[in-house]
């Protein structure tokens, strides 16, 4: 079988458990290729050397570029703060190496279109980690959805919220950086967008509003010096999408006691379903037409029947996690590299999901609608 050798810049979360589902997917699924943990960058050879250790890799260095010029990676697996995407990205396109990289793409659509102009012309094969695409039982909304079981789309209500700035004395942190792009909307709310055009559509045109709760944080741990915050805490948006439809969006992290509320409802002319992230293994499932007094919502539990899931267990109900949707979607990823299905969302659809962020940012700034096709 051929070897995919791969090399893996950041050892933070993701880093962590892009490595765990290159690990498992090669004991959970059938693969066309063997990937191998080649190589791992990190910002200096002592931090990169203690997590290649712990994580499986090979080798380690403290110099990215090094790791792109290496000629055993084969793949170039980013998970970096937002800012180092761009020049690691190009870097690896140059020297015609496929590239996996985290989301947002970019702090903004103007450099995520440069990142998908130059993969294009290159004809270099890209991925995006919008990982919760790859939740079977988001794969079954859009199945619903596409088949008309609820007829014709009328609204999507979304929403992601978390609560992990919800402590006001929380130190800044990259995320909280803008020169790393925006806030909130894009760290969590580009997962609700990459969900709404996945299951609904194109959204058209948006109207968002923007708000930072916490203007000031500790410059680091233990500090006594604040750090100005300029971007979004909390983010909202009504939208249009280009089928008909219409829809909110949301998007918090100071939800306090939320710990993984991305979740979302769509509801159409014959029925609704509806999807929660903290019970993320259930879809609600409504279709108009039942008896009276027996009207309501049932529980349509994971199970072999659903994409992917019975490589993991040949029961339905038994649960999976969040590594094993990661470890789904680098199934994916491996079987385009191979050349089957290509791979989504590639850099083109991480752009147009960094659109809608930039135009609800925009429209929020302007207190207009916006188009999209503005951005």
Same mark, same amino acid.
């Given at each position: 079988?051929?070897?995919?050798?791969?090399?893996?810049?950041?050892?933070?979360?993701?880093?962590?458990?892009?490595?765990?589902?290159?690990?498992? $997917?090669?004991?959970?699924?059938?693969?066309?290729?063997?990937? @191998?943990?080649?190589?791992?960058?990190?910002?200096?050879?002592?931090?990169?050397?203690?997590?290649?250790?712990?994580?499986?890799?090979?080798?380690?260095?403290?110099?990215?570029?090094?790791?792109?010029?290496?000629?055993?990676?084969?793949?170039?697996?980013?998970?970096?703060?937002?800012?180092?995407?761009?020049?690691?990205?190009?870097?690896?396109?140059?020297?015609?190496?496929?590239?996996?990289?985290?989301?947002?793409? $970019?702090?903004?659509?103007?450099?995520?279109?440069?990142?998908?102009?130059?993969?294009?012309?290159?004809?270099?094969?890209?991925?995006?980690?919008?990982?919760?695409?790859?939740?079977? &039982?988001?794969?079954?909304?859009?199945?619903?959805?596409?088949?008309?079981?609820?007829?014709?789309?009328?609204?999507?209500?979304?929403?992601? $919220?978390?609560?992990? &700035?919800?402590?006001?004395?929380?130190?800044?942190?990259?995320?909280?950086?803008?020169?790393?792009?925006?806030?909130?909307?894009?760290?969590?709310?580009?997962?609700?967008?990459?969900?709404?055009?996945?299951?609904?559509?194109?959204?058209?045109?948006?109207?968002?509003?923007?708000? @930072?709760?916490?203007?000031?944080?500790?410059?680091?741990?233990?500090?006594?010096? &604040?750090?100005?915050?300029?971007?979004?805490?909390?983010?909202?948006?009504?939208?249009?999408?280009?089928?008909?439809? @219409?829809?909110?969006?949301?998007?918090?992290?100071?939800?306090?006691?939320?710990?993984?509320?991305?979740?979302?409802?769509?509801?159409?002319?014959?029925?609704?379903?509806?999807?929660?992230?903290?019970?993320?293994?259930?879809?609600?499932?409504?279709?108009?037409?039942?008896?009276?007094?027996?009207?309501?919502?049932?529980?349509?539990?994971?199970?072999?029947?659903?994409?992917?899931?019975?490589?993991?267990?040949?029961?339905?109900?038994?649960?999976?996690?969040?590594?094993?949707?990661?470890?789904?979607?680098?199934?994916?990823?491996? @079987?385009?590299?191979?050349?089957?299905?290509?791979?989504?969302?590639?850099?083109?659809?991480?752009?147009?999901?960094?659109?809608?962020?930039?135009?609800?940012?925009?429209?929020?700034?302007?207190?207009?609608?916006?188009?999209?096709?503005?951005?």
């Amino acid at each position: 079988m051929k070897r995919l050798g791969v090399g893996l810049v950041g050892s933070g979360f993701m880093g962590r458990s892009h490595a765990h589902a290159f690990r498992a $997917a090669a004991g959970v699924f059938d693969l066309p290729m063997a990937p @191998t943990l080649e190589l791992l960058a990190d910002v200096n050879e002592t931090v990169a050397a203690r997590a290649a250790d712990a994580l499986g890799f090979n080798r380690s260095t403290g110099d990215w570029k090094a790791l792109v010029a290496d000629p055993a990676v084969d793949l170039v697996d980013i998970t970096t703060p937002n800012t180092l995407h761009k020049p690691i990205a190009l870097a690896a396109i140059e020297a015609g190496k496929p590239v996996y990289c985290e989301k947002p793409l $970019a702090p903004n659509a103007l450099e995520a279109k440069r990142m998908v102009d130059a993969a294009e012309r290159k004809g270099v094969k890209t991925a995006v980690g919008f990982n919760y695409l790859k939740n079977p &039982m988001v794969a079954l909304a859009r199945e619903i959805v596409a088949s008309g079981e609820i007829g014709e789309v009328v609204s999507f209500r979304g929403i992601h $919220a978390e609560d992990y &700035m919800t402590d006001p004395k929380a130190p800044f942190t990259w995320r909280l950086d803008a020169a790393g792009g925006h806030g909130v909307v894009a760290d969590l709310g580009s997962h609700i967008i990459s969900i709404a055009r996945f299951v609904v559509g194109p959204i058209e045109s948006v109207v968002g509003q923007i708000r @930072t709760v916490t203007d000031k944080r500790p410059s680091g741990p233990g500090a006594s010096e &604040m750090r100005a915050v300029e971007v979004d805490d909390e983010a909202r948006a009504l939208v249009r999408f280009a089928g008909g439809a @219409t829809g909110s969006l949301e998007a918090s992290w100071v939800a306090a006691g939320r710990k993984m509320m991305l979740a979302f409802e769509v509801t159409g002319t014959k029925g609704t379903i509806a999807v929660d992230h903290e019970r993320f293994n259930e879809l609600q499932l409504y279709t108009v037409g039942q008896p009276g007094g027996r009207e309501g919502f049932k529980t349509i539990l994971a199970g072999p029947q659903h994409d992917s899931y019975k490589e993991f267990c040949p029961a339905p109900g038994h649960q999976l996690g969040f590594n094993d949707i990661k470890t789904i979607e680098v199934k994916a990823l491996i @079987t385009a590299l191979a050349g089957g299905k290509a791979f989504m969302p590639d850099f083109r659809e991480a752009w147009e999901i960094q659109r809608v962020v930039d135009a609800i940012v925009q429209s929020a700034r302007e207190e207009r609608w916006l188009a999209v096709t503005e951005i």
